[in-house]
């Protein structure tokens, strides 16, 4: 889960790590009211889930009441493209407004926590080149990221803290100061059971000061279950609309770029493999939709609607084990659905385990228009074919 910048550092801050003062505005009158409890300058800063915003427009530096007013009116509302939310962009709803730092003789670094599954270790990186563009000094210079790797059972011991200081060239008045900085920080990511934290960038000011002026935070959706707390903070704005529908049936629906066969299946592995087989005849995935083991007709139903509502699906491919979910309560849920939603894109059906005779008959019987198969390649050649081929 992701979740917004005045959040990760509302969470880093708990933990003792520097972060400038600030607040949450939904409203230009709120940016006001905030700046002025905090003096000016202030930065305004668009909250969205996606980074890149300085360079998209939506950081801006306020000196005064009436200018912080303008900003936070142009930003709020503004549809803020970034390299990180594709072309669409997003819609800002909220703003951070914070203490404006100087920047004038300070350093802009890069640090981050995540969790290095090829390892299974948490992993810290850092660089003296942070900033805006990270994904370019790791492409042109990946020698300039340094790596600390820490054991899970030990943690996370000084001496590292200290063995990315002075990577970092840190002065060593500040050295003193980033030992406990890095430390809290990983107390922040072990704590909240967060999948990343990321601070770009980590400033150190003329003064010597190190401050986290910028912080992203993923939280592991796994562990969500230990932090009711943290769970709040979820915005529902910020995700795309279907999956979130989904998830309120207890569906799992993963949109996909660029298909436009709309996939309906039980379990992880089957859905892998039915995207594999479309693939194999010439076609592409739109999305697809994981019911589950168990699901009831009802939520087949609410599956189809779903897997239905997008645009750009040209036709649907049924792929179904038949084990706890019976391919009789299957058939049930599609009829109703194909009936109650007068569905016009092509539907290709392939069940294959409990009650698949049964359901077949019902199929049949239904009076609609179903194509059915007896295998997976037949069901993947046949739903390519009225998907029109590959796009
Ligand atoms: P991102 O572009 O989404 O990663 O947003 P950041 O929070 O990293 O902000 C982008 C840039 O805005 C930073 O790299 C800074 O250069 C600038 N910025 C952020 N906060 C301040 C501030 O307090 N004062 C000044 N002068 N610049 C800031
Ligand atoms: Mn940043």
Redesign the pocket.
């Known amino acids: 889960m992701k979740i917004h ?1 005045y959040q990760g550092k509302a969470i880093l801050a708990q933990h003792g790590v520097p972060v ?1 003062k600030g607040k949450v505005a939904y409203t230009p009158d709120e940016a006001v009211e905030a700046a002025k409890g905090l003096g000016f300058p202030v ?1 305004v ?1 668009a909250q969205i889930h996606a ?5 998209g427009g ?2 801006k ?1 306020a000196k005064r009441a009436d200018e912080c007013a303008a900003i936070a009116r142009a930003i709020l509302g503004m549809r803020l493209r970034t390299h990180q939310t594709g072309p669409e962009g997003r819609i800002v709803r909220r703003l951070l407004i ?1 203490q ?4 004038a003789g300070s350093k ?1 670094m890069y640090l981050a926590i995540l969790v290095d599954r090829g390892c299974r270790k948490p992993v810290f990186m850092a660089s003296a080149q942070g ?2 563009e990270i994904e370019e000094v790791a492409a042109r210079d990946p020698q300039a990221i340094l790596r600390e790797w820490i054991d899970p059972v030990v943690g996370f011991r000084p001496y590292q803290a200290r063995k990315l200081a002075f990577g970092l060239g840190l002065p060593p008045a500040t050295v003193s100061k980033a030992v406990p900085f890095f430390s809290s920080l990983f107390q922040a990511f072990e704590a909240s059971d967060a999948s990343l934290v990321e601070v ?2 980590l400033l150190l000011t003329k003064a010597g000061e190190l401050v986290a ?2 912080a992203k935070v993923n939280l592991d959706d796994n562990a969500l279950f230990r932090h009711p707390e943290l769970l709040e903070l979820r915005d529902f704005d910020e995700e795309e609309p279907l999956e979130v529908e989904a998830s309120q049936y207890s569906l799992n629906y993963i949109k996909l770029e660029g298909g436009s066969v709309g996939c309906m299946v039980n379990g992880a592995g089957l859905a892998m493999a039915t995207m594999d087989i479309i693939k194999l005849a010439g076609g592409s995935p739109a999305n697809f939709l994981d019911v589950g083991g168990g699901a009831s007709a009802d939520q087949i139903k609410n599956a189809f609607r779903i897997l239905l509502a997008d645009r750009d699906v040209r036709a649907v491919l049924i792929n179904i084990f038949g084990g706890i979910l019976r391919c009789d309560v299957l058939a049930e849920g599609v009829i109703a659905a194909v009936r109650d939603l007068e569905v016009k894109v092509p539907v290709v059906v392939r069940m294959k385990g409990n009650n698949e005779e049964k359901g077949q008959q019902m199929l049949r019987e239904s009076g609609l228009d179903f194509a059915t198969a007896d295998d997976r390649t037949e069901a993947a050649e046949k739903v390519v074919a009225v998907a029109g081929g590959a796009r």
Not at 51 to 55: D, E, I, L, V, Y
Not at 100 to 103: N, S
């Open positions: 910048e400038p930065v800063k980074g890149g915003r300085g360079k939506g950081v530096l914070e404006g730092v100087d920047l802009e900033g805006m770009n960038p002026l910028d």
